[in-house]
C-alpha cells in the first residue's frame, strides 16, 4: 500500500531579459571541434544570405543550459549560421513574446522551450512563418519541426528505481519518500510522474509517498519551501527526497544541513556543480545519486534537426540518455565533462555574460 499526499504551495516568479548573440574568435590554423568530430549537420550554402537562428535561452543562471547554448554556438559557427540568443532569466510568460518577435524580425528558425504551454498561442500564429525547433521542456512538441530532450520521465523511473535498489539493500519493510518539484513545468511533472511509475511497481515493501512544492524556480524559492518542511518533519519521518531538478534536490540538501538534518537521504536530477561536488563529499553527507543530462549532445541535435528543418525534413523527437551518477563514478564523470567545459571554453565564457 502506497499513500501519495499532495503538498502545493503556489508562488511566481518574475523576472528580466537580456540578448546576446556574439560567438568567440577562432584562431587562425586549427580544426578542433568542440566535445564533436564535425558538426551537427552539412553547413549553408555560403553563397546565399546567412541564415538567422535564435534561441530562448530559460536561465543562464544553470550550467545545464549554458552548455547547450555554448555548443549550440559552436555548431552555429561551423554552420556558418547567424544565432542571436534571448535570456529569459526564468519568466516563462516572454517566450510567446519572443516568439511572435522572432517572425516580425524575420528570422529564419527559432529554438523555443516551453515548459508552461503559456506560448502555444504565438507558436500557433507563426506556423509557415518561422521554422520552430523545441528542445528540453515544451508542452506542445506538435508545433515544432523537432524536440530535442531527455526522456523525463525515463530519468525519474531510473532515479527511483536506484533508491528503490537501495532500500531493499537497507533492509526496512516501510520507507518514506517525499518527491520534491515544480508543479508548473512540465518536465518536472513528467520526472515526478516517472518517480511514482518506479515506486508503484514495488509489491515487496511499502513505500509511503509525499509531494512537495512551490512553483519557484530558483534556488532560494526551494530553500525556502525545504526550510518550512523541515519544521514540521521530525528526525526519521523521511527516509529519502527525490527532486526532480537541481534547485529542488540542491534546497532540500541547502535547508537540511544549515538544520543539521542528515537523517535521510537525497537524490536529484541534473548535474550542476554543486550536485556533482555534493556526490563527492566524504563522511556525513546527504547527496547520494543524480541523473545527468548531456547538454553538449543536445546542442548538437538542436543544430543537426535545425539545419535539417531548413531543408524540408522534420526529424520528430529526437530523445538524448540520462546517466546514473553516484559517488562511485563521479570522479569519471567529472573527468569526460571537463572535456567538453574546456574546449568550449571561450562560448562558455561569452553565454555566462548573459545571467
Same mark, same amino acid.
Given at each position: 500500500?502506497?499513500?501519495?499526499?499532495?503538498?502545493?504551495?503556489?508562488?511566481?516568479?518574475?523576472?528580466?531579459?537580456?540578448?546576446?548573440?556574439?560567438?568567440?574568435?577562432?584562431?587562425?590554423?586549427?580544426?578542433?571541434?568542440?566535445?564533436?568530430?564535425?558538426?551537427?549537420?552539412?553547413?549553408?550554402?555560403?553563397?546565399?544570405?546567412?541564415?538567422?537562428?535564435?534561441?530562448?535561452?530559460?536561465?543562464?543562471?544553470?550550467?545545464?543550459?549554458?552548455? +547547450?547554448?555554448?555548443?549550440?554556438?559552436?555548431?552555429?559557427?561551423?554552420?556558418?549560421? /547567424?544565432?542571436?540568443?534571448?535570456?529569459?532569466?526564468?519568466?516563462?510568460?516572454?517566450?510567446?513574446?519572443?516568439?511572435?518577435?522572432?517572425?516580425?524580425?524575420?528570422?529564419?528558425?527559432?529554438?523555443?522551450?516551453?515548459?508552461?504551454?503559456? %506560448?502555444?498561442?504565438?507558436?500557433?500564429?507563426?506556423?509557415?512563418?518561422?521554422?520552430?525547433?523545441?528542445?528540453?521542456?515544451?508542452?506542445?512538441?506538435?508545433?515544432?519541426?523537432?524536440?530535442?530532450?531527455?526522456?523525463?520521465?525515463?530519468?525519474?523511473?531510473?532515479?527511483?528505481?536506484?533508491? +528503490?535498489?537501495?532500500?531493499?539493500?537497507?533492509?526496512?519493510?516501510?520507507?518514506?519518500? +517525499?518527491?520534491?518539484?515544480?508543479?508548473?513545468?512540465?518536465?518536472?511533472?513528467?520526472?515526478?510522474?516517472?518517480?511514482?511509475?518506479?515506486?508503484?511497481?514495488?509489491?515487496?515493501?511499502?513505500?509511503?509517498?509525499?509531494?512537495?512544492?512551490?512553483?519557484?524556480?530558483?534556488?532560494?524559492?526551494?530553500?525556502?519551501?525545504?526550510?518550512?518542511?523541515?519544521?514540521?518533519?521530525?528526525?526519521?519521518? +523521511?527516509?529519502?527526497?527525490?527532486?526532480?531538478?537541481?534547485?529542488?534536490?540542491?534546497?532540500?540538501?541547502?535547508?537540511?544541513? %544549515?538544520?543539521?538534518?542528515?537523517?535521510?537521504?537525497?537524490?536529484?536530477?541534473?548535474?550542476?556543480?554543486?550536485?556533482?561536488?555534493?556526490?563527492?563529499?566524504?563522511?556525513?553527507?546527504?547527496?547520494?545519486?543524480?541523473?545527468?543530462?548531456?547538454?553538449?549532445?543536445?546542442?548538437?541535435?538542436?543544430?543537426? %534537426?535545425?539545419?535539417?528543418?531548413?531543408?524540408?525534413?522534420?526529424?520528430?523527437?529526437?530523445?538524448? /540518455?540520462?546517466?546514473?551518477?553516484?559517488?562511485?563514478?563521479?570522479?569519471?564523470?567529472?573527468?569526460?565533462?571537463?572535456?567538453?567545459?574546456?574546449?568550449?571554453?571561450?562560448?562558455?565564457?561569452?553565454?555566462?555574460?548573459?545571467?
Amino acid at each position: 500500500m502506497k499513500k501519495i499526499i499532495a503538498v502545493i504551495l503556489s508562488l511566481v516568479c518574475i523576472l528580466n531579459l537580456t540578448a546576446c548573440g556574439s560567438s568567440p574568435k577562432q584562431e587562425a590554423g586549427t580544426d578542433e571541434k568542440p566535445a564533436a568530430e564535425a558538426p551537427a549537420g552539412d553547413s549553408l550554402d555560403n553563397s546565399k544570405e546567412k541564415v538567422r537562428m535564435a534561441m530562448i535561452m530559460p536561465l543562464a543562471t544553470q550550467d545545464f543550459f549554458n552548455f +547547450i547554448a555554448a555548443q549550440l554556438q559552436y555548431e552555429a559557427d561551423q554552420a556558418n549560421v /547567424d544565432l542571436t540568443m534571448w535570456d529569459i532569466n526564468g519568466d516563462v510568460s516572454k517566450i510567446g513574446d519572443l516568439v511572435e518577435m522572432a517572425k516580425e524580425q524575420e528570422y529564419d528558425l527559432m529554438f523555443v522551450i516551453d515548459p508552461t504551454g503559456s %506560448a502555444k498561442s504565438a507558436m500557433e500564429e507563426v506556423q509557415g512563418d518561422i521554422v520552430l525547433i523545441g528542445f528540453d521542456a515544451v508542452v506542445n512538441p506538435e508545433l515544432q519541426s523537432a524536440w530535442i530532450s531527455t526522456d523525463n520521465v525515463a530519468m525519474g523511473r531510473l532515479l527511483a528505481e536506484h533508491m +528503490i535498489d537501495d532500500m531493499r539493500a537497507a533492509g526496512k519493510d516501510s520507507y518514506n519518500v +517525499i518527491l520534491t518539484f515544480t508543479p508548473t513545468v512540465q518536465s518536472e511533472i513528467d520526472r515526478k510522474d516517472g518517480m511514482i511509475e518506479a515506486i508503484e511497481a514495488v509489491d515487496d515493501m511499502e513505500i509511503h509517498v509525499e509531494e512537495a512544492s512551490n512553483s519557484k524556480v530558483d534556488l532560494a524559492g526551494k530553500v525556502s519551501l525545504w526550510d518550512d518542511l523541515l519544521v514540521r518533519k521530525a528526525e526519521g519521518e +523521511i527516509d529519502y527526497v527525490l527532486g526532480t531538478n537541481s534547485y529542488n534536490a540542491l534546497g532540500c540538501v541547502s535547508a537540511a544541513e %544549515a538544520a543539521g538534518r542528515y537523517d535521510f537521504k537525497v537524490m536529484g536530477i541534473d548535474d550542476e556543480e554543486d550536485q556533482l561536488a555534493a556526490l563527492q563529499k566524504e563522511g556525513e553527507h546527504l547527496y547520494y545519486a543524480t541523473i545527468a543530462q548531456n547538454p553538449f549532445q543536445i546542442g548538437k541535435e538542436m543544430m543537426r %534537426a535545425a539545419l535539417a528543418a531548413l531543408n524540408g525534413e522534420e526529424l520528430g523527437t529526437i530523445g538524448v /540518455d540520462g546517466v546514473l551518477v553516484t559517488s562511485d563514478n563521479v570522479d569519471g564523470y567529472l573527468a569526460e565533462r571537463s572535456k567538453n567545459i574546456e574546449a568550449l571554453s571561450d562560448y562558455i565564457s561569452i553565454i555566462s555574460q548573459l545571467n
